[in-house]
């Protein structure tokens, strides 16, 4: 079992639709989540970080279960620019810190 | 004002030739990454450094030597290059568990 794992996708959506990724994480030692959005031939940029109360920045929500070991990404009215693909990130102390990425989600926001 | 930067940003070589790839950061972390995304896209941690001190090292092939000179930089040497090292190699850096900052990537081909 991968120790991060999401839906590759792609997801095809509507402009103004809202869409939700999940990522699941296997270990239990993980600290801190992070959202994280890649354009094609560029790189990875901090979306956002996950916090256990869950945390808003405009349109996205981000939720962690840490019970379920689960983490998800929430996207209201998607525009043509949220295309991308969507990197889920786990922070896991294991001797020390180490950040295990998922593959990734691919979004397509259609006009 | 950039954060952290590679270069190059493009190396074509022929194999067997020995490449370095330079990175910097000017945030102040005390931790710098060199990861690498292949061509399914996966992102996979290769070597980290805390303050010049390496403190991961998966398994990569011994052609392929980090060095940081100072908590600010981290270049990769690889040597002898093969046909399977094309790839692109993204350098990040972060203060130890909080959010990773990449570079733009340099995109690596072996003819």
């Known amino acids: 079992r991968k120790e991060v794992e999401q839906d590759p996708g792609p997801f095809n959506v509507p402009e103004g639709a809202t869409v939700a990724f999940n990522c699941t994480y296997s270990?239990?030692?993980?600290?801190?989540f992070f959202w994280y959005r890649q354009d094609c031939r560029k790189e990875p940029k901090l979306l956002m970080s996950v916090y256990s109360s869950g945390n808003e920045d405009g349109r996205f929500t981000a939720q962690l279960n840490r019970a379920s070991q689960y983490i998800s990404l929430l996207i209201r009215d998607s525009k043509l620019s949220d295309s991308a693909t969507y990197l889920c990130?786990?922070?896991?102390?294991?001797?020390?810190?180490?950040?295990?990425f998922g593959t990734g989600t691919r979004l397509k926001v259609l006009a | 004002d950039t954060a952290v930067s590679q270069t190059p940003k493009y190396l074509v070589t022929q194999m067997g030739n020995d490449k370095s790839i330079k990175c910097e950061q000017n945030?102040?972390?005390?931790?710098m990454y060199w990861y690498k995304q292949d061509s399914k896209k996966f992102l996979k941690i290769m070597f980290s450094?805390?303050?010049?001190?390496?403190?991961i090292n998966e398994t990569v092939p011994n052609r392929f030597s980090p060095k940081s000179p100072d908590k600010a930089h981290l270049n990769l040497h690889i040597n002898s290059l093969e046909l399977g090292d094309s790839a692109v190699y993204f350098c990040?850096?972060?203060?130890?568990?909080?959010?990773?900052?990449f570079g733009p990537g340099t995109r690596l081909t072996v003819t």
């Open positions: 450094y805390n303050n010049k001190e390496l403190i």
């Open positions: 990040a850096s972060s203060s130890t568990r909080y959010e990773q900052y």
């Open positions: 945030l102040g972390h005390d931790t």
């Open positions: 270990n239990s030692a993980s600290q801190s």
């Open positions: 990130v786990v922070n896991i102390l294991s001797g020390t810190y180490k950040y295990i």
